[in-house]
């Protein structure tokens, strides 16, 4: 009888431990959502070709999302809102806030720059979003200490290089496509991803190969505030 129990207790110990153990996917799809339920901030450096630049964001716990970019001189502003972006105000250089619809009718049918840049935005993904998509893009994942890392699907690296799959329905196809992600974890929460993509889109006829990284520091967890201009929140509502 002794010996019955005894075996009982082992297996329901080994059980228990084999239940608690988790794969390197298993712990940053954790982190990433432990990070949504929080504020935060970060700043985004993207390299590709000879082009750099630079941006910052901050994200409530409620999804609410500023974005600041800044392209030479010029620095857009937005705020986005809903799971999807349903909602957002920007403010572009010299002119007054817009609601994402406004800034897709400024932009020749959805066309022109305005088009472009409110398909962008709804198209965002936050840090603690985007990591736990790019973890269902990827391969198999390998932890080394507190990064972990991982080539992308070439499926998963076409989805990116095209923004999503919405570049419309006569885009051309990435061909060629590849890439691989980074992730650094501290006390269980991201505090910084790396992005590489690399692949061919055709333009207007020509072949080029994109080659883009892009780096994200995410920094004040827990201790980020955002407070929304009133002219931004009546294009919110």
């Known amino acids: 009888m002794k010996n019955k129990i005894l075996f009982a207790l082992l297996t329901l110990a080994a059980g228990s431990l084999l239940a608690a153990e988790t794969t390197p996917k298993d712990d940053l799809t954790a982190a990433a959502k432990k990070l949504a339920e929080q504020s935060y901030s970060w700043k985004t450096t993207t390299e590709m070709a000879n082009f750099s630049n630079t941006s910052e964001g901050k994200a409530d716990k409620d999804g609410l999302v500023w974005l600041s970019m800044t392209f030479g001189d010029n620095t857009t502003e937005a705020y986005l809102k809903g799971e999807k972006n349903e909602k957002g105000a920007v403010k572009r250089p010299d002119q007054d806030w817009q609601s994402l619809a406004e800034l897709a009718a400024a932009g020749s049918g959805g066309q022109g720059r305005g088009g472009f840049m ?120």
């Open 118 to 237: 409110g398909r962008m935005f709804r198209n965002f993904k936050a840090p603690a979003a985007q990591i736990e998509d790019l973890v269902g893009k990827t391969k198999e994942i390998k932890k080394d200490g507190d990064a972990y890392a991982a080539d992308l699907t070439e499926a998963g690296a076409k989805d990116l290089l095209s923004f999503g799959g919405r570049r419309g329905a006569n885009a051309p196809e990435p061909t060629n496509a590849k890439g691989s992600v980074k992730v650094w974890l501290k006390d269980g929460l991201p505090s910084k991803y790396e992005l590489k993509l690399q692949g061919t889109i055709n333009f207007n006829g020509e072949d080029r190969d994109i080659n883009r990284t892009q780096t994200i520091e995410v920094k004040d967890i827990g201790k980020t505030k955002l407070e929304v201009p009133e002219e931004a929140k009546k294009k919110l509502s």
